[in-house]
């Protein structure tokens, strides 16, 4: 055996012969306080392939005890010193989960104090019984950045703790290298057909289609601008963006650190076997973002907003980008988009006259990100004051149009009093995995909820990690956060020889 894996092993037994041993205490006071967790892991409804909900207990004690209790299954047991981590084998965790599928299970603390010990009330973790899908991908970025390094894309399997790399870009800040990844996206929660941007060093837009990967360059004079947020149709090879003109604002002032604007914005549709772009809208005085399919591929949801003030700029100076950013710019608070959606005949590849869904600027809101569940029957978005970036908006929340009755309404109980906002469907539609900053208003980290079939939310929880502290620890946002079935199969080194191979990038067309 090496070296390194004997010192490796050694430091384990000294780990695991640091821990108190993992017995329930034969005595115990009962007392009426909750004990004090963090994660807030209380009375939730989990996945029945979670990996283990690992606690800190923040309650006074110099041991701990955790006890998790099923109506089948053997109990599982967890102990803590006086740092009160309590981590749950993996192995036990999944079998106690298959064996109260459907049912309850009961969480006792206990808490070592002057000698003797005291238990907690339990608490309780409703096995749902359908699964969630098993990896999460994301992008891991500084809150605020003003350099494209030391960011990447990861895929977390969600059964356990295991975080790969997608691609990650330079570490260091390198001018002739220095580029970004962002939008990453899929087609009906597979990876056999993805995609995502570079921006800046190596530009384009890397697609992998069954296998095969390839970096588009997908500027075109007949086009407003690059293409930007995309929705993959559900059957075929294609993909339908919005064409943005954005500007960034960082506040010298208050805690939002980061303002986007559009100043204008198009849809696009992209035929990705045949490399041709065409407008699906395109118009000067509205702005059209954040497309997407409804699951049959028969619908298409975005959000538009009226560009301000557009009448009473000469008609000399409307093409005019420079013009058009001072005007969004000194009014972007008054910018609020509305919910629209348009029929696809997908024989013809055309688009009906747009519909309005929702009139969000009569209620004083803005939508955002609209997304249909996998059954086609609910459409979830988020709704802030104003504006279409609601990663910054502490007014942010999830809403949901229920598409067979018409009802709206705020998914209260998985919303939080800060933002909450970029959401993503579980390929059964019984889940949903978003962005919230609700434990310190600064970094983005990712919340699962339940979501049931008469549309009912249930009270979100924040990603499990096998050191219940390290979500707090680590310095990066979670941003983009989208389930898949599977592992995305492209490794990190065939991305970045397509990335890295500017002779090999192709050039869109535009056309039908």
């Known amino acids: 055996m090496k070296l390194q894996h004997l010192f490796g092993l050694g430091l384990l037994l000294i780990f695991a012969a640091c821990k108190p041993e993992a017995v329930v205490p034969s005595q115990s006071q009962p007392i009426a306080q909750d004990a004090s967790i963090y994660p807030d892991y209380r009375d939730i409804v989990i996945p029945p392939n979670i990996a283990p909900l690992n606690i800190?207990?923040?309650?006074?004690?110099?041991?701990?005890?955790?006890?998790?209790?099923?109506?089948?299954?053997?109990?599982?047991?967890?102990?803590?010193?006086?740092?009160?981590?309590?981590?749950?084998?993996?192995?036990?965790?999944?079998?106690?989960?298959?064996?109260?599928?459907?049912?309850?299970?009961?969480?006792?603390?206990y808490a070592e104090r002057d000698g003797g010990w005291v238990r907690h009330p339990s608490y309780a973790l409703h096995v749902a019984p359908e699964p969630i899908d098993p990896y999460l991908s994301y992008r891991l970025i500084e809150p605020s950045y003003e350099l494209y390094r030391q960011l990447g894309l990861y895929q977390r399997n969600l059964t356990n703790f295991e975080e790969t790399p997608i691609y990650e870009n330079n570490s260091e800040f390198d001018a002739k290298d220095n580029h970004c990844v962002n939008c990453h996206n899929y087609q009906n929660n597979g990876t056999e057909r993805m995609l995502f941007h570079v921006r800046a060093e190596h530009g384009g837009t890397v697609f992998v289609d069954n296998g095969q990967v390839r970096r588009v360059d997908m500027k075109n004079d007949s086009i407003l601008?690059?293409?930007?947020?995309?929705?993959?149709?559900?059957?075929?090879?294609?993909?339908?963006?919005?064409?943005?003109?954005?500007?960034?604002?960082?506040?010298?002032?208050?805690?939002?650190?980061?303002?986007?604007?559009?100043?204008?914005?198009?849809?696009?549709?992209?035929?990705?076997?045949?490399?041709?772009?065409?407008?699906?809208?395109?118009?000067?005085?509205?702005?059209?973002?954040?497309?997407?399919?409804?699951?049959?591929?028969?619908?298409?949801?975005?959000?538009?907003?009226?560009?301000?003030?557009?009448?009473?700029?000469?008609?000399?100076?409307?093409?005019?980008?420079?013009?058009?950013?001072?005007?969004?710019?000194?009014?972007?608070?008054?910018?609020?988009?509305?919910?629209?959606?348009?029929?696809?005949?997908?024989?013809?590849?055309?688009?009906?006259?747009?519909?309005?869904?929702?009139?969000?600027?009569?209620?004083?809101?803005?939508?955002?990100?609209?997304?249909?569940?996998?059954?086609?029957r609910f459409l979830l978005f988020t709704l802030g004051d104003f504006g279409q970036f609601h990663i910054w908006h502490k007014s942010s929340d999830l809403w949901v149009k229920d598409l067979k009755t018409g009802d709206i309404r705020p998914l209260d109980k998985a919303n939080s009093a800060d933002v909450d906002s970029y959401h993503t469907w579980s390929s059964n539609g019984r889940w949903m995995v978003f962005s919230s900053r609700r434990d310190d208003g600064s970094f983005t980290r990712p919340y699962i909820a339940y979501f049931d079939e008469q549309g009912r939310d249930y009270k979100a929880f924040l990603l499990p990690q096998e050191d219940p502290e390290s979500n707090l620890s680590r310095m990066k946002s979670y941003n983009v956060p989208e389930l898949t079935r599977e592992k995305v199969k492209v490794s990190p080194e065939q991305f970045r020889e397509v990335i890295y191979d500017d002779e090999g990038v192709k050039k869109v067309e535009y056309g039908k």
């Open 225 to 376: 601008s690059n293409s930007v947020y995309p929705t993959w149709h559900p059957k075929r090879p294609w993909v339908v963006f919005s064409s943005n003109l954005t500007g960034q604002a960082f506040p010298m002032m208050g805690q939002q650190k980061v303002e986007v604007v559009d100043f204008g914005s198009d849809l696009l549709f992209y035929d990705v076997e045949r490399n041709k772009i065409s407008n699906v809208l395109k118009t000067d005085s509205l702005m059209e973002t954040f497309p997407a399919w409804t699951p049959d591929g028969q619908r298409l949801y975005y959000c538009m907003a009226p560009l301000p003030q557009y009448s009473l700029i000469p008609d000399s100076l409307k093409q005019n980008k420079n013009t058009r950013s001072d005007v969004v710019m000194s009014n972007y608070k008054e910018v609020r988009y509305n919910l629209w959606s348009m029929a696809f005949d997908p024989h013809t590849r055309s688009f009906s006259a747009p519909r309005l869904e929702m009139d969000c600027a009569a209620m004083g809101k803005s939508a955002s990100l609209p997304r249909v569940s996998p059954d086609g």
């Open 56 to 109: 800190q207990v923040k309650s006074a004690g110099t041991a701990f005890v955790g006890e998790i209790k099923g109506r089948k299954g053997t109990p599982l047991l967890a102990a803590a010193d006086e740092d009160g981590k309590l981590q749950f084998d993996t192995l036990a965790w999944r079998n106690l989960l298959a064996e109260n599928k459907g049912s309850d299970l009961s969480v006792t603390l």
